[in-house]
């Protein structure tokens, strides 16, 4: 199973972006996808997650500005950044729990990570 990220970049502060991650291979059912983002020098954090029934979970600090959703499909996620602020810049990861046959749980699978850099 591969998550492939595509729209990262830089903007300035105010900007939008939108990242896209496709899933593809060996796939049954993907369950879950989520975004995550990692600061340099910090950890990993979640961003927002979105299940397959459409259900979403945010980080309080992008709330009312990004946006997830997903296209089931075509086992894509998607996430819509507006008014972006400097401290978004950092790595953003995409990320599905992939089940890859039938009466197999489900597994966590990582995108390799997209870039986005907020400055003026």
């Known amino acids: 199973v591969q998550l492939v990220e595509s729209g990262g970049g830089l903007v300035q502060p105010g900007g939008s972006l939108r990242l896209s991650c496709a899933a593809s291979g060996s796939i049954f059912s993907v369950y879950g996808m989520g975004w995550y983002r990692q600061a340099p020098g910090k950890q990993r954090d979640l961003v927002t997650t979105?299940?397959?029934?459409?259900?979403?979970i945010y980080a309080d600090s992008v709330k009312g500005r990004f946006t997830i959703s997903r296209d089931n499909a075509k086992n894509t996620v998607y996430l819509q950044m507006n008014n972006l602020k400097p401290e978004d810049t950092g790595v953003y990861y995409c990320?599905?729990?992939?089940?890859?046959?039938?009466?197999?749980?489900?597994?966590?699978?990582w995108g390799q990570g997209t870039q986005v850099t907020v400055s003026s």
């Open positions: 979105i299940t397959s029934g459409g259900t979403t």
């Open positions: 990320n599905a729990d992939v089940t890859v046959r039938y009466g197999l749980g489900p597994a966590p699978f």
